[in-house]
């Protein structure tokens, strides 16, 4: 199974930006498509954009236009530029991997998961 770990979290003012990223490693060898979700506290994890195998990004309607997903140069590279954040951008955020092909928020779609990295934006 992939083995997946974030960084980049940290605490910002509304309007700033942050750069979250995942390095994964193990099998399986292909590429697969990847994820970021995040759980804010007292609400249930919610994809934030994806990205195939192909490199066709899909994105959450709240985070659209200000959000960029995108793949490093290893096969399990994802970075997450996050840029006007707001304060209900604070969550836990995780990078999850799928064995399939398709860029999808839906997290029963994904196998490997990361530990997490917190984002706290302040107004």
């Known amino acids: 199974q992939t083995q997946l770990e974030e960084s980049g979290g940290g605490a910002v003012q509304a309007g700033g930006s942050l750069r979250l990223s995942c390095i994964g490693s193990g099998p399986p060898t292909s590429t697969g498509s990847m994820a970021w979700f995040r759980r804010a506290p007292g609400r249930q994890r919610e994809g934030v954009a994806a990205?195939?195998?192909?490199?066709?990004?899909v994105y959450a309607a709240s985070v659209k236009g200000r959000f960029t997903i995108s793949r490093g140069a290893g096969e399990k590279t994802l970075y997450l530029q996050l840029d006007n954040l707001k304060p209900e951008d604070t969550a836990v955020y995780y990078c999850?991997?799928?064995?399939?092909?398709?860029?999808?928020?839906?997290?029963?779609?994904?196998?490997?998961w990361g530990q997490g990295t917190q984002v706290t934006v302040s107004s």
């Open positions: 990205i195939s195998d192909d490199d066709s990004p």
């Open positions: 999850a991997h799928s064995r399939y092909h398709s860029a999808e928020l839906r997290s029963d779609y994904y196998c490997s």
